[in-house]
T-cell receptor
Framework: DSGVTQTPKHLITATGQRVTLRCSPR?????VYWYQQSLDQGLQFLIQ???????AKGNILERFSAQQFPDLHSELNLSSLELGDSALYFC????????????????FGPGTRLTVL | GESVGLHLPTLSVQEGDNSIINCAYSNSASDYFIWYKQESGKGPQFIIDIRSNMDKRQGQRVTVLLNKTVKHLSLQIAATQPGDSAVYFCAEKNTGNQFYFGTGTSLTVIP
């Protein structure tokens, strides 16, 4: 158990809908990362927050947004869902913000499996 | 954008043998590299990392080698055990703190 929790474990929804995925980082960790893992594209970095602020952005679609709250939990919002958004969404956390030439170990949660029908 | 690729999608090794998993990356400015292990139904798990100012780092039964000249990263697992069977990903971090993952190599350990 990594200490990172994600809810829900599974989510089935229809195209055009909006969903919210939730992540609670390990106790004491200030950075939260979101990743998408699909069969055709592998693991894709979406976005990173540190202590409530967005710090790095990856291949995140404009239909997707995220935030990190004062209690450090994070939510990933996916809207106008398409079939291609079906994937595993992972949250990871680390103690600090990645620095020059290094980063803290990222601890991954168990993931949320999203199925868009 | 960056691309991180793996040379072999699958690798089978005999229990007790050493395993070598390779990874190519394309961004010469990447400053940090990580290897992850992912077992079925679980999230990726950190194995070992290396900064770009190093060329070798050793952990418990694992060694990461970085060749910046040819932009190549490898993971060596000594005395491979059945519990090592998993998918292994390499990842690189660029100076913008974005992380890019390879497609993964599936390692199967034959008892």
């Amino acid at each position: 158990d990594s200490g990172v929790t994600q809810t829900p474990k599974h989510l089935i929804t229809a195209t055009g809908q909006r969903v919210t995925l939730r992540c609670s980082p390990r106790s004491g960790d200030l950075s939260v990362y979101w990743y998408q893992q699909s069969l055709d594209q592998g693991l894709q970095f979406l976005i990173q927050y540190y202590n409530g602020e967005e710090r790095a952005k990856g291949n995140i679609l404009e239909r997707f947004s995220a935030q990190q709250f004062p209690d450090l939990h994070s939510e990933l919002n996916l809207s106008s869902l398409e079939l291609g958004d079906s994937a595993l969404y992972f949250c990871a956390s680390s103690l600090r913000n990645p620095g020059q030439g290094a980063a803290d170990t990222q601890y991954f949660g168990p993931g949320t499996r999203l199925t868009v029908l | 954008g960056e691309s991180v690729g793996l040379h072999l999608p699958t690798l089978s090794v005999q229990e007790g043998d050493n395993s070598i998993i390779n990874c190519a990356y394309s961004n010469s400015a990447s400053d940090y590299f990580i290897w992850y292990k992912q077992e079925s139904g679980k999230g990726p798990q950190f194995i070992i990392d290396i900064r770009s100012n190093m060329d070798k780092r050793q952990g418990q039964r694992v060694t990461v080698l970085l060749n910046k000249t040819v932009k190549h990263l490898s993971l060596q697992i000594a005395a491979t055990q059945p519990g090592d069977s998993a998918v292994y990903f390499c990842a690189e971090k660029n100076t913008g703190n974005q992380f890019y993952f390879g497609t993964g190599t599936s390692l199967t350990v034959i008892p």
